[in-house]
């Protein structure tokens, strides 16, 4: 089986767990992540999946922690392997500053049984709690250095005195590269429009459903005018799921192909604030557009709500599809 199989397979694997297990998923195809996970209690994940931890670009891991600082979740590597072999169970290790796991591990670490070792240089680690210290085998020095200052200790020497130690932390990146430097010229336009209506910060990644980000206490999620109904509806799917803003920002006013709403950049200008943004995406959801015109008019025809919408008829279908699978008694 070649590398590609091996890492859809996993991929459709976790997918399967997670979904099972009651956690909100949402599935990215081709993009810098490939799973974004709510936790049944509230965590956010943003997942990439490889069979080889090494193939990770470094590109791909500055994406996923700008991604994860403005979503306010954990970025997480979930590999088979790393170059010198198979990733051990029930152990962290890191690549770019992004913690990696083996599957079982974070499988376990989802049902809120994270890992307690840490690979880093010279071998694995392990925590120790300060009521700890005395059990395990170190010089004087170093138990009273463990005491005043806590720390860690060998894999080996905490198995030796039978220490679990501290469960690993798993953080929101909050320093991280949010790329502005990389934005086009008209990607910058949006962008300090954005931080006029109040956003405290801005950003761009290069390979998701999204383009630009911003934070002003919501999460608002921008693709621009080029946009495809696949990355259109993957970017709905993560509005849904994280409660963010998200639309589609044009140069000039046309015909509406995303799912989401659309909004020409003349008309971002006039609006005041976030609240004034939100106001004028809630009355062009083109979702909403679609619902009044069947529960109301009792339209159903693609090509019927497509004359009177603007939208595309492939949009429509989507939409419409989408709405039955999510149990909507209407469609």
Same mark, same amino acid.
């Given at each position: 089986?070649?590398?590609?199989?091996?890492?859809?397979?996993?991929?459709?694997?976790?997918?399967?767990?997670?979904?099972?297990?009651?956690?909100?998923?949402? #599935?990215?195809?081709?993009?810098?992540?490939?799973?974004?996970?709510?936790?049944?209690?509230? #965590?956010?994940?943003?997942?990439?999946?490889?069979?080889?931890?090494?193939? @990770?670009?470094?590109?791909?891991? !500055?994406?996923?922690?700008?991604?994860?600082?403005?979503?306010?979740?954990? $970025?997480?590597?979930?590999?088979?392997?790393?170059?010198?072999?198979?990733?051990?169970?029930? &152990?962290?290790?890191?690549? +770019?500053?992004? $913690?990696?796991?083996?599957?079982?591990?974070?499988?376990?670490?989802? !049902?809120?049984? $994270? %890992?307690?070792?840490?690979?880093?240089?010279?071998?694995? +680690?392990? !925590?120790?709690?300060?009521?700890?210290?005395?059990?395990?085998?170190?010089?004087?020095?170093?138990?009273?250095?463990?005491? *005043?200052?806590?720390?860690?200790?060998?894999?080996?020497?905490?198995?030796?005195?039978?220490?679990?130690? &501290?469960?690993?932390?798993?953080?929101?990146? /909050? #320093?991280?590269? =949010?790329?502005?430097?990389?934005?086009?010229?008209?990607?910058?336009?949006?962008?300090?429009?954005?931080? #006029?209506?109040?956003? !405290?910060?801005?950003?761009?990644?290069?390979?998701?459903?999204?383009? *630009?980000?911003?934070?002003?206490?919501?999460? &608002?999620?921008?693709?621009?005018?080029?946009?495809?109904?696949?990355?259109?509806?993957?970017?709905?799917?993560?509005?849904?799921?994280?409660?963010?803003?998200?639309?589609?920002?044009?140069?000039?006013?046309?015909?509406?192909?995303?799912?989401? $709403?659309?909004?020409?950049?003349? =008309?971002?200008?006039?609006?005041?604030?976030?609240?004034?943004?939100?106001?004028?995406?809630?009355?062009?959801?083109?979702?909403?557009?679609?619902?009044?015109?069947?529960?109301?008019?009792?339209? =159903?025809? %693609?090509?019927?709500?497509?004359?009177?919408?603007? @939208?595309?008829?492939?949009?429509?279908? /989507?939409?419409?599809?989408?709405?039955?699978?999510?149990?909507?008694?209407?469609?």
């Amino acid at each position: 089986m070649s590398g590609l199989n091996v890492r859809e397979e996993l991929l459709s694997d976790l997918e399967e767990f997670l979904r099972s297990g009651g956690h909100e998923v949402v #599935r990215v195809d081709r993009a810098c992540f490939d799973l974004l996970v709510i936790t049944r209690d509230g #965590r956010s994940f943003i997942v990439k999946v490889l069979t080889n931890v090494d193939g @990770l670009r470094k590109e791909v891991a !500055e994406d996923l922690k700008v991604i994860s600082h403005f979503l306010e979740a954990v $970025p997480v590597i979930v590999a088979l392997r790393r170059r010198s072999g198979p990733l051990e169970r029930g &152990v962290v290790y890191h690549r +770019y500053e992004i $913690p990696v796991m083996e599957p079982i591990t974070f499988a376990k670490t989802i !049902e809120g049984e $994270p %890992p307690r070792a840490v690979a880093d240089r010279g071998g694995k +680690y392990v !925590e120790v709690r300060e009521e700890e210290v005395e059990s395990v085998r170190v010089s004087s020095v170093r138990r009273r250095q463990l005491k *005043l200052e806590g720390g860690r200790v060998s894999l080996a020497r905490a198995e030796e005195a039978e220490i679990e130690g &501290v469960p690993v932390r798993f953080r929101v990146p /909050e #320093r991280v590269d =949010t790329g502005k430097d990389r934005m086009t010229r008209f990607e910058r336009r949006v962008a300090k429009h954005l931080e #006029r209506m109040g956003a !405290e910060r801005t950003g761009k990644v290069r390979r998701a459903p999204f383009e *630009l980000l911003a934070k002003d206490g919501d999460t &608002v999620l921008v693709q621009s005018e080029d946009v495809s109904s696949r990355e259109s509806m993957a970017l709905r799917d993560v509005v849904q799921v994280t409660g963010s803003i998200g639309f589609v920002v044009t140069r000039k006013r046309r015909k509406r192909a995303s799912c989401l $709403p659309t909004i020409d950049l003349e =008309t971002l200008e006039d609006l005041k604030d976030i609240e004034d943004l939100k106001e004028y995406l809630e009355e062009h959801d083109p979702s909403e557009k679609i619902r009044e015109l069947v529960e109301e008019a009792g339209v =159903t025809s %693609p090509k019927e709500i497509a004359r009177r919408t603007g @939208l595309s008829e492939s949009v429509i279908r /989507e939409l419409l599809r989408r709405m039955t699978a999510e149990g909507d008694q209407k469609f």
